[in-house]
């Protein structure tokens, strides 16, 4: 895909992913105190 | 290069910027307004500050210039560099701005004399560390903005580096943090939209994603690979350099100080993913122009001036031969300025706030006046520009290899001490001092070692498996834990005032 062998599609998007995921749990979940 | 129609739009910008400065300066009235701007940051300048103080002279020049040497196994800086704000803002930023509202903090410093109980030694060693790690940084970004003035007037690089020095200088000296922040929003604004018209512009004109993806793997396979089979950038290095980037900028004192200027808590809610998304979509895009540039040059569409750094003009000439319009390579020139400057103007700031703060106010005389603790980080701010712009005369080989030698030190020096300070209550004053000390002591040494290839011992340190800071990291953690179990135990309260435990808000 891309010109790119799936390893590296798999990898580097997978990652990318996963980071998405992660931020926007913490978006959802946060309650600030201040 | 230059004409007219250039140096009018440099010129303008830097008269922008200059404005900034003297607007900024008639709401500066006391040190709290220099150095945190009042405390009142909103959601969207926060963002693009943390974003304009992370995205630096690396983020134009070098990631692209990276991209052009090693593909795409060096494509993890684009991940792990943007999620270093949200790293900061997560694990750092909630937690200290919480405690810096009732406590006062001006700096970080503030936050490790009270956590440790250390109001002399460890704000001492950690303001002297942080000035050196600043300094290294500073070198790299005037080495950068250096790179873009001689490309663009084909000047002398001592006029590109007094050029450059006089406009930050100024704004950043007269408008303090409110100057910065607001030169960072119109910084980074010009960055993300002219990286999203011009990257694409580059690609297409070196025959599109696919095709540059196509083309360098016939060059070398390894360069489409997400890792490379041996030397840098294995598995295991990558392991070590996105922890490096990630943790390392997270904790470095021009970006975690920007936390306790933000005005309300509730930013930190989706300034995070808001980041990663914007500065991250950048970065990819940037990288892959330093790929589509080696396309460009294998075709012969241009070649790279024959200097030691001639990688980190990549982008540069990417522009040149992809927009012959001349006017457009000022505009893009402006955008390359805008990425190094709005992080030159914060580590600036910041070595002025740990030397006339940690070190005159609260150490040398705590009874000096506001006033005069104001006029010394002016003061500071100035000896700061010109002493780097000295040291920045020679540049280094490669700009990526200075700054990341900065992210290493900054990782191993105020990683430890601050995530143990905020999520453990077994840490104390010595394991600290001893943290930061070794950490700063041995990844110097490490950095040194790895970055002149020396052999000791019958072994090549240019050769280290991973990325030289991860071992001065072990140094750190482990001298963290060792002296913190046989020293004496920082006091309840003091806990109890700094919220430390093993959560990020208060239950």
């Avoid at chain 2, 943390?50 to 795409?72: E, F």
């Avoid at chain 2, 560099?81 to 997560?90: E, N, R, Y």
């Avoid at chain 2, 001092?433 to 002591?441: K, T, Y």
């Avoid at chain 2, 020396?454 to 800071?469: A, E, K, Q, R, V």
């Amino acid at each position: 895909m891309f010109g790119l062998p799936d390893i590296t599609v798999l990898a580097v998007g997978g990652v990318t992913i996963v980071c998405v995921i992660l931020l926007l749990y913490w978006g959802l979940t946060f309650r600030g105190h201040d | 290069m230059a004409d007219y129609v250039t140096i009018a739009v440099i010129a303008i910008y830097f008269l922008v910027l200059l404005g900034i400065g003297v607007w900024a300066s008639k709401k500066i009235k006391t040190t709290e307004d220099y150095l945190v701007a009042g405390r009142s940051l909103g959601f969207w300048v926060f963002v693009l500050l943390m974003i304009g103080t992370v995205c630096s002279g690396m983020s134009l020049l070098g990631v692209s210039g990276l991209g052009y040497r090693a593909g795409w196994p060096t494509m993890w800086e684009e991940i792990f560099v943007p999620l270093a704000i949200g790293f900061c803002i997560i694990f750092f930023g909630v937690k200290l701005h919480n405690v810096a509202k009732n406590s006062g903090y001006i700096t970080v410093q503030d936050y490790l004399a009270h956590r440790y109980e250390s109001p002399t030694a460890l704000r001492s060693l950690s303001a002297v560390a942080g000035i050196i790690v600043s300094l290294i940084y500073l070198v790299g970004q005037y080495s950068a903005i250096a790179i873009v003035l001689m490309w663009l007037f084909a000047i002398p690089l001592w006029l590109a580096l007094l050029i450059a020095t006089l406009v930050t200088m100024i704004y950043t000296t007269i408008g303090g943090l409110y100057a910065v922040a607001w030169a960072s929003l119109i910084q980074s604004i010009i960055l993300i939209v002219g990286i999203f018209i011009m990257a694409p512009i580059i690609i297409y004109y070196a025959g599109g994603f696919t095709h540059v993806n196509e083309v360098i793997a016939t060059i070398n396979p390894n360069l489409v690979m997400p890792w490379m089979p041996s030397g840098a950038f294995t598995p295991a290095y990558v392991v070590s350099f996105a922890i490096m980037l990630m943790v390392g900028l997270a904790c470095a004192p021009h970006v975690i100080n920007n936390v306790l200027a933000v005005k309300d808590v509730k930013y930190f809610k989706w300034a995070p993913l808001v980041a990663f998304l914007i500065y991250g979509a950048a970065m990819y895009l940037l990288k892959f122009t330093g790929l589509a540039g080696l396309v460009m040059v294998k075709a012969g569409v241009f070649t790279l001036p024959a200097v030691s750094n001639a990688s980190d003009f990549i982008i540069l000439y990417g522009i040149q031969y992809s927009l012959p319009i001349l006017a457009l390579w000022a505009v893009f020139a402006v955008i390359v300025l805008a990425a190094v400057m709005s992080t030159t103007d914060r580590l600036m700031l910041t070595i002025g706030a740990m030397c006339s703060w940690d070190l005159y106010k609260k150490i040398i005389r705590p009874n000096a006046s506001d006033k005069s603790v104001l006029l010394l980080s002016k003061i500071v701010v100035i000896l700061s520009a010109f002493g780097t712009m000295i040291l920045s005369i020679n540049p280094p080989d490669a700009l990526a290899s200075l700054i990341w030698m900065g992210i290493g030190i900054m990782l191993a020096t105020f990683a430890v001490p601050f995530l143990a300070g905020l999520y453990w209550r077994g840490a104390t004053r010595d394991g600290a001092l001893a943290s930061m000390f070794l950490g700063l002591v041995s990844s110097v040494v490490f950095g040194a070692l790895n970055y002149f290839n020396i052999t000791l011992f019958n072994y090549n340190y240019g050769d280290l498996p991973l990325h030289f800071s991860f071992y001065p990291l072990v140094i750190a953690v482990v001298a963290m834990y060792v002296v913190s179990m046989f020293t004496q135990k920082t006091s309840e309260k003091i806990l109890d005032e700094t919220q430390t435990g093993w959560y990020i808000s208060k239950p």
